[in-house]
């Protein structure tokens, strides 16, 4: 793998960028012109310059993650002091079973940009065959995490914390189903958080934000001065709605049609996944990986939480529908009054409110133009014009003169 001196990752000799992104390898035309392209034909083989661009950059402070792929790392950028997660494969992954998935999660990100609710990407590179990618740090950990605590603390979310877990992910994943990508992997434990403490408000003469290092626990039921944000992470999975190349992932949140490769409703999948995050984060029992249990979810059953509503249970419900073109979409939950009553309302309903502004504003701009004529005519007729006035004398303008003469 190498990086041209436009940053721009190449394997092979061989340009890829994010036109090609998780699709054929086959379609890449390896003659193109670099005229056309606009980037310089020299590049730079990072594996052979001899030089660690993580030594030289990041001061490492601790292990924050460890999984299949690699490992992740709390470090502290040189130049900017900045705190940044930076991912490192365990192994060389050059021709391994790794190598796409590490791909793949580059190019996610590098199309996917910039979004509130998706762990944010800086750059990526590698170093003697292995791959590290450097991300966002969210200094609250990981929504498995919290799922954790609350069970060695025998407690659970409430209910408001849930819709605001569902929300945040939902718009999440409505951002990533608009750049024609999907998921495959939502889960608690690639649902990363960021808390800000806001200082107290006996602080005189402070409106400044204090951000937390991380170190202490979250505690829901007890972050009214830390809001959280909640952001979708580890795009290893990752693939295109309309070309997929699908990589199963945790088994115990892909839905039927996955396992029996039917991509036709690729997006549903990640709605059936986020009902189940959501369950488990609810205190809901660990999901098994097969045997009866399993099959009762995939036909629509989903065990009741004893703190959680009705609606909410329905909502859940309809999430893991068997049939995916029943589950709602990312952008029905966005807007759906259960989860977001203030901030978002039907299209019905603001298409009316636009059409009542629109009348109430053609009532005013009449009711303004007839104001305006009324003290026109008014003004008009407290100062007629000179011709128009009666009884009106000019001195030496046809002087009626008397004809009498006087003689002395």
Known sequence: VYIDQNHRITQEGSQLTPNNILGDDDDLDEDM??????????????????ISRYEAEFVEVCKIGSGEFGSVYKCINKLDGCLYAVKKSKRPIAGSAFEQMALNEVYAHAVLGTHIHVVRYYSAWSEDG??????????????????????????????????????????????????????????????FISRKEVLPKSTPGLEMERICDGEDDIEFGQTINAPLTFKIGDLG??????NP???????????????????????KADIFALALTTYIAGGGEALPKNGEEWHKIREGHLPDLPHVSTELHDLLQSMIHPDPAQRPSASALVQHSLLCPDSKQSFTKLKKEL????????????QLTEARD???????AMNPPASKRTGSRLVGNRVNRSMSLTIY
Do not use: W
């Not at 190349?245 to 997006?267: A, M, N, S, W």
């Open 33 to 50: 012109d670099d005229s056309f392209t606009g980037n310089p034909t020299k590049r730079i083989a990072l594996c052979d310059s001899g």
């Open 130 to 191: 292995h791959m590290i990618i450097q991300n966002e740090y969210c200094n609250g950990g990981s929504l498995a995490d919290i799922i954790s605590t609350n069970r060695t603390k025998y407690c659970v979310m409430t209910e408001t914390e849930l819709k605001q877990v569902l929300c945040q992910l939902a718009q999440g994943l409505q951002y990533i189903h608009s750049q024609g990508l999907v998921h495959m992997d939502i889960k608690p434990g690639n649902i």
């Open 237 to 242: 999975h990752v693939t295109s709605i309309t």
């Open 245 to 267: 190349k699908v990589e199963e992932g945790d088994v115990r949140f892909l839905p039927v049609e996955i396992l029996q490769e039917d991509y036709c409703h690729l997006t």
């Open 355 to 366: 059409n009542v502004a629109k009348f109430q504003n053609a009532v005013l701009s009449r």
């Open 374 to 380: 009324a003290n026109q005519h008014n003004l008009c």
